[in-house]
Nanobody, 130 residues
Framework: QVQLVESGGGLVQPGGSLTLSCAAS????????IGWFRQAPGKEREGVSC????????YYTDSVKGRFTISRDNVKNTVNLQMNRLKPEDTAVYYC???????????????????????WGRGTQVTVSS
């Protein structure tokens, strides 16, 4: 059974850092495109970052470029999201998702679409507040 479990969320002050982890059971993450998403109260779920199954190419939504980094740990079978210089507007429940298809480099934005992904975790809360 394919399962994704997020961890690493919590409360952090503005300007601080957190590292989220997405762990998989039932399959190997290095064969899947992995996306990180977030959903704030009253807002739609939005794509934050993704890593393609084909070559590990990474993409980010504009609001997190230069602050967030997605990376794979194939030994631990996890995909991490390092979040630096956090802002109050980063507050949300963060989800990881997996899909078997690689990201099309001609249309990388598709890697940040909710509809691209078949498997989802339950999320972890990130709160940025002083």
């Amino acid at each position: 059974q394919v399962q994704l479990v997020e961890s690493g969320g919590g409360l952090v002050q503005p300007g601080g850092s957190l590292t989220l982890s997405c762990a998989a059971s039932g399959f190997s993450l290095d064969n899947y495109t992995i996306g990180w998403f977030r959903q704030a109260p009253g807002k739609e779920r939005e794509g934050v970052s993704c890593s393609s199954s084909s070559d590990g190419s990474t993409y980010y939504t504009d609001s997190v470029k230069g602050r967030f980094t997605i990376s794979r740990d194939n030994v631990k079978n996890t995909v991490n999201l390092q979040m630096n210089r956090l802002k109050p507007e980063d507050t949300a429940v963060y989800y990881c998702a997996a899909d078997t298809s690689p990201i099309n480099p001609r249309s990388p934005i598709a890697g940040l679409w909710v509809t691209t992904y078949d498997y989802w975790g339950r999320g972890t809360q990130v709160t940025v507040s002083s």
